[in-house]
C-alpha cells in the first residue's frame, strides 16, 4: 500500500524521529572520537578514515539518468530509496549526494533532499546552511578576487596584471541575474581600478571544483595555487600561488574539506559533500566523499547531475580519472513523464498518459543507454514512477528495454522508501555480481582539445560537427600557449537537450553545437568550453521558491519541498 497520508515533502521530513548521528555512525564502525559533531544529527568525517585498499575492493553505483524535464527526474530521491532497499537486501550500502545550493532551493526546486519517503535529513539543514561548506567557498573564492584587486591597486606589490584579462569572478549562493555583469573598482583612486567584472553563483565556483577534486589538504592546496587568473602586461600567466594565496585560502577550507555524515528517513548512513552543477561545472560530489563512502561500506550509491549527457559523462570522464574510480554498475532513470515530454507532449499534458508519446519519446532514452555502453557500461533503468503513469506505458518500456538487453525495474520510492526500490536493488546487485561492465573512458586526455570536445559532441551529444566562435578560438589559443591542453573536458550546456538550444528535445541529429567562449579551470583541472547560451549564474524565476517559505516562532520551518 502507497503511504499518503502526507503531502509534502517537508511534512514528510519533519514526521521522522531522526536516531543521533552517533548511532548512525555506528553503523559504519566509526568510532564516537573520530567524529565532529555539528549538533544531534549531522557530523563531519576526518580524512585519516579514507582506506584505499577497502576502496579497491567496495562496489562504486553511478545513478544517472535521461535528458530530465525541467522538473527533473528523481535521481536524489533514487539514489536514496536504492541505498534503502540495498540495506534491507543484506548489504552494507551508504548514499554519497551532492550538497544543495541555495540558488536552486529558494528558486525553481524549493529543496534537493530527496524527496517523499526516500529523503535525506535533517532536511531542513541540509537545504540550507547545512555545516557551512558553501560559505567556506564562498570566501575562499572571494578572498582571491580581492587579494587580485588589491594587487592591481598596489604600487609596492604589484604583479602588473593586465585587468582586462582577470578571468576570477566573485561568487555568491544565490541566483541573482543582475550581478552577472558589473564594474568594479569605482569611486577614487583610493577605492581600487575600475573593470568589467561578474559574479558566478558558488556552486559553479572553481573553488567547489577544486574541493570536490582534491584528495588531502596538501593536494588541495597545491591545487589552490594552480588556479589561473589572468595575464600580465607582458602576457605572461598569472596564478593564485603568484599572490601567495592558496596558504590562506586552504585555512578558510579547513573544515569544509571533510565530508558531512547524516542520515536517510529509514537511519541508514549517507554522506553528502561538494555540490557543482553539471550543466556549467562537473556535477559530482567530491572524491574525498565517495572514497570515505567506499572505505566504510561495501556499497557505494552515487548520483550525478542532470542527463548522462552532462553529470555522467563528467563523472566518468573527469572524477573517475583524477579519483582512479571505477564504478560496477550504472543505474539509468527515466521517467514516463519526461518520455511523453521528448515525445512532444505539451507541458500542460505530460502527466497525462499517451503510449504513442512514450514510443516517440523512447529515442532520447535509448541514445542516453547507446552513450553508457560507449564507457564499457550496460546500465541498469530506473523507472521512477509517478501516478500518472499507466501500466500500458511502463510495461511497454520495460519489454523495449528487454529488446536491447537492458534490466529495467519500476522504482516507487517516492512512495514507500526502501521497500519500494527492493527490485531496482536486486538488478543493482545482480549487475554487480555478473561482472560484465568493464568501464573505460571515452577519450585520452592526451588528445588535443579539438579533439575532445568533438569526441564528446559526436559520441555522446550526436553532434554532425562543432563550430568554434571567435572568441572561443582566441581562448583556446591562449589556453594552449599556456600549456593546459591536456586536461580533459568540462562542456558547460542544457541540461534540457542533448544539442546547445534547449527547444530541441528527443534526440536531434545533424546539428552543429556552437562553442561560444573558453574557461579554465586550471586549479581544478579541466577546460570549460562553453556552448550556447549557457550562464554561470542563474537568474530566479518570475515566482520564485523563497515566496512560499516561512517559519514560526517555535522556528518550525514551511514551504521547502
Same mark, same amino acid.
Given at each position: 500500500?502507497?503511504?499518503?497520508?502526507?503531502?509534502?515533502?517537508?511534512?514528510?521530513?519533519?514526521?521522522?524521529?531522526?536516531?543521533?548521528?552517533?548511532?548512525?555512525?555506528?553503523?559504519?564502525?566509526?568510532?564516537?572520537?573520530?567524529?565532529?559533531?555539528?549538533?544531534?544529527?549531522?557530523?563531519?568525517?576526518?580524512?585519516?578514515?579514507?582506506?584505499?585498499?577497502?576502496? /579497491?575492493?567496495?562496489?562504486?553505483?553511478?545513478?544517472?539518468?535521461?535528458?530530465?524535464?525541467?522538473?527533473?527526474?528523481?535521481?536524489?530521491?533514487?539514489?536514496?530509496?536504492?541505498?534503502?532497499?540495498?540495506?534491507?537486501?543484506?548489504?552494507?550500502?551508504?548514499?554519497?549526494?551532492?550538497?544543495?545550493?541555495?540558488?536552486?532551493?529558494?528558486?525553481?526546486?524549493?529543496?534537493?533532499?530527496?524527496?517523499?519517503?526516500?529523503?535525506?535529513?535533517?532536511?531542513?539543514?541540509?537545504?540550507?546552511?547545512?555545516?557551512?561548506?558553501?560559505?567556506?567557498?564562498?570566501?575562499?573564492?572571494?578572498?582571491?578576487?580581492?587579494?587580485?584587486?588589491?594587487?592591481?591597486?598596489?604600487?609596492?606589490?604589484?604583479?602588473?596584471?593586465?585587468?582586462?584579462?582577470?578571468?576570477?569572478?566573485?561568487?555568491?549562493?544565490?541566483?541573482?541575474?543582475?550581478?552577472?555583469?558589473?564594474?568594479?573598482?569605482?569611486?577614487?583612486?583610493?577605492?581600487?581600478?575600475?573593470?568589467?567584472?561578474?559574479?558566478?553563483?558558488?556552486?559553479?565556483?572553481?573553488?567547489?571544483?577544486?574541493?570536490?577534486?582534491?584528495?588531502?589538504?596538501?593536494?588541495?592546496?597545491?591545487?589552490?595555487?594552480?588556479?589561473?587568473?589572468?595575464?600580465?602586461? /607582458?602576457?605572461?600567466?598569472?596564478?593564485?600561488?603568484?599572490?601567495?594565496?592558496?596558504?590562506?585560502?586552504?585555512?578558510?577550507?579547513?573544515?569544509?574539506?571533510?565530508?558531512?555524515?547524516?542520515?536517510?528517513?529509514?537511519?541508514?548512513?549517507?554522506?553528502?559533500?561538494?555540490?557543482?552543477?553539471?550543466?556549467?561545472?562537473?556535477?559530482?560530489?567530491?572524491?574525498?566523499?565517495?572514497?570515505?563512502?567506499?572505505?566504510?561500506?561495501?556499497?557505494?550509491?552515487?548520483?550525478?547531475?542532470?542527463?548522462?549527457?552532462?553529470?555522467?559523462?563528467?563523472?566518468?570522464?573527469?572524477?573517475?580519472?583524477?579519483?582512479?574510480?571505477?564504478?560496477?554498475?550504472?543505474?539509468?532513470?527515466?521517467?514516463?513523464?519526461?518520455?511523453?515530454?521528448?515525445?512532444?507532449?505539451?507541458?500542460?499534458?505530460?502527466?497525462?498518459?499517451?503510449?504513442?508519446?512514450?514510443?516517440?519519446?523512447?529515442?532520447?532514452?535509448?541514445?542516453?543507454?547507446?552513450?553508457?555502453?560507449?564507457?564499457?557500461?550496460?546500465?541498469?533503468?530506473?523507472?521512477?514512477?509517478?501516478?500518472?503513469?499507466?501500466?500500458?506505458?511502463?510495461?511497454?518500456?520495460?519489454?523495449?528495454?528487454?529488446?536491447?538487453?537492458?534490466?529495467?525495474?519500476?522504482?516507487?520510492?517516492?512512495?514507500?522508501?526502501?521497500?519500494?526500490?527492493?527490485?531496482?536493488?536486486?538488478?543493482?546487485?545482480?549487475?554487480?555480481?555478473?561482472?560484465?561492465?568493464?568501464?573505460?573512458?571515452?577519450?585520452?586526455?592526451?588528445?588535443?582539445?579539438?579533439?575532445?570536445?568533438?569526441?564528446?559532441?559526436?559520441?555522446?551529444?550526436?553532434?554532425?560537427?562543432?563550430?568554434?566562435?571567435?572568441?572561443?578560438?582566441?581562448?583556446?589559443?591562449?589556453?594552449?600557449?599556456?600549456?593546459?591542453?591536456?586536461?580533459?573536458?568540462?562542456?558547460?550546456?542544457?541540461?534540457?537537450?542533448?544539442?546547445?538550444?534547449?527547444?530541441?528535445?528527443?534526440?536531434?541529429?545533424?546539428?552543429?553545437?556552437?562553442?561560444?567562449?573558453?574557461?579554465?579551470?586550471?586549479?581544478?583541472?579541466?577546460?570549460?568550453?562553453?556552448?550556447?547560451?549557457?550562464?554561470?549564474?542563474?537568474?530566479?524565476?518570475?515566482?520564485?521558491?523563497?515566496?512560499?517559505?516561512?517559519?514560526?516562532?517555535?522556528?518550525?520551518?514551511?514551504?521547502?519541498?
Amino acid at each position: 500500500m502507497e503511504r499518503k497520508e502526507l503531502k509534502t515533502d517537508l511534512d514528510i521530513a519533519q514526521s521522522v524521529s531522526m536516531k543521533p548521528i552517533l548511532q548512525v555512525a555506528a553503523k559504519l564502525g566509526i568510532d564516537t572520537d573520530d567524529l565532529e559533531l555539528y549538533g544531534k544529527y549531522k557530523a563531519k568525517l576526518p580524512l585519516k578514515l579514507i582506506d584505499q585498499e577497502k576502496v /579497491d575492493k567496495s562496489n562504486l553505483i553511478l545513478v544517472t539518468a535521461m535528458t530530465p524535464t525541467p522538473a527533473g527526474e528523481g535521481k536524489t530521491t533514487v539514489s536514496i530509496g536504492l541505498n534503502e532497499a540495498l540495506n534491507k537486501l543484506g548489504k552494507k550500502s551508504v548514499a554519497v549526494l551532492r550538497e544543495p545550493s541555495l540558488g536552486p532551493v529558494f528558486g525553481i526546486k524549493g529543496g534537493a533532499a530527496g524527496g517523499g519517503w526516500s529523503q535525506v535529513v535533517p532536511m531542513e539543514d541540509i537545504n540550507l546552511h547545512f555545516t557551512g561548506d558553501f560559505a567556506a567557498i564562498e570566501k575562499a573564492n572571494n578572498l582571491l578576487a580581492a587579494l587580485i584587486d588589491n594587487n592591481i591597486q598596489s604600487r609596492t606589490h604589484n604583479l602588473r596584471i593586465d585587468p582586462r584579462t582577470v578571468s576570477w569572478k566573485r561568487v555568491m549562493d544565490m541566483n541573482d541575474r543582475s550581478l552577472r555583469f558589473i564594474v568594479v573598482g569605482l569611486g577614487g583612486t583610493a577605492d581600487g581600478v575600475p573593470r568589467e567584472s561578474g559574479f558566478n553563483i558558488t556552486a559553479a565556483s572553481e573553488v567547489m571544483a577544486i574541493l570536490c577534486m582534491c584528495t588531502s589538504i596538501d593536494d588541495l592546496k597545491e591545487k589552490l595555487g594552480n588556479i589561473f587568473i589572468g595575464f600580465t602586461y /607582458d602576457n605572461e600567466p598569472i596564478y593564485a600561488r603568484d599572490l601567495n594565496a592558496q596558504g590562506a585560502m586552504a585555512v578558510l577550507l579547513k573544515d569544509a574539506i571533510k565530508p558531512n555524515l547524516v542520515q536517510t528517513l529509514e537511519g541508514n548512513p549517507a554522506i553528502i559533500h561538494g555540490g557543482p552543477f553539471a550543466n556549467i561545472a562537473q556535477g559530482t560530489n567530491t572524491i574525498l566523499a565517495t572514497k570515505m563512502g567506499m572505505s566504510l561500506c561495501d556499497y557505494v550509491v552515487t548520483e550525478a547531475g542532470f542527463g548522462a549527457d552532462l553529470g555522467g559523462e563528467k563523472f566518468l570522464d573527469i572524477k573517475c580519472g583524477y579519483g582512479n574510480l571505477k564504478p560496477k554498475a550504472v543505474v539509468l532513470i527515466a521517467t514516463i513523464r519526461a518520455l511523453r515530454h521528448h515525445g512532444g507532449a505539451a507541458k500542460e499534458d505530460i502527466g497525462i498518459p499517451n503510449l504513442s508519446l512514450v514510443q516517440e519519446g523512447f529515442p532520447n532514452l535509448e541514445k542516453h543507454i547507446e552513450n553508457l555502453r560507449k564507457f564499457g557500461l550496460n546500465p541498469v533503468v530506473a523507472i521512477n514512477h509517478f501516478n500518472s503513469d499507466s501500466e500500458e506505458e511502463i510495461d511497454w518500456l520495460k519489454s523495449k528495454c528487454e529488446s536491447l538487453g537492458v534490466r529495467s525495474a519500476v522504482t516507487k520510492c517516492w512512495a514507500n522508501g526502501g521497500n519500494g526500490s527492493i527490485d531496482l536493488a536486486q538488478a543493482v546487485v545482480d549487475s554487480v555480481q555478473e561482472g560484465k561492465n568493464d568501464f573505460k573512458p571515452l577519450y585520452d586526455w592526451n588528445d588535443s582539445v579539438k579533439s575532445k570536445i568533438e569526441t564528446i559532441a559526436r559520441e555522446i551529444y550526436g553532434a554532425a560537427e562543432v563550430e568554434y566562435s571567435f572568441k572561443a578560438k582566441r581562448d583556446l589559443n591562449a589556453i594552449e600557449r599556456i600549456g593546459l591542453g591536456k586536461l580533459p573536458i568540462c562542456i558547460a550546456k542544457t541540461q534540457k537537450s542533448f544539442t546547445d538550444d534547449e527547444k530541441r528535445i528527443g534526440r536531434p541529429t545533424e546539428f552543429v553545437l556552437t562553442i561560444r567562449e573558453f574557461e579554465v579551470a586550471a586549479g581544478a583541472g579541466f577546460i570549460i568550453p562553453i556552448a550556447g547560451k549557457m550562464m554561470r549564474m542563474p537568474g530566479l524565476p518570475s515566482v520564485p521558491s523563497s515566496e512560499r517559505m516561512d517559519i514560526d516562532n517555535d522556528g518550525k520551518i514551511t514551504g521547502l519541498s
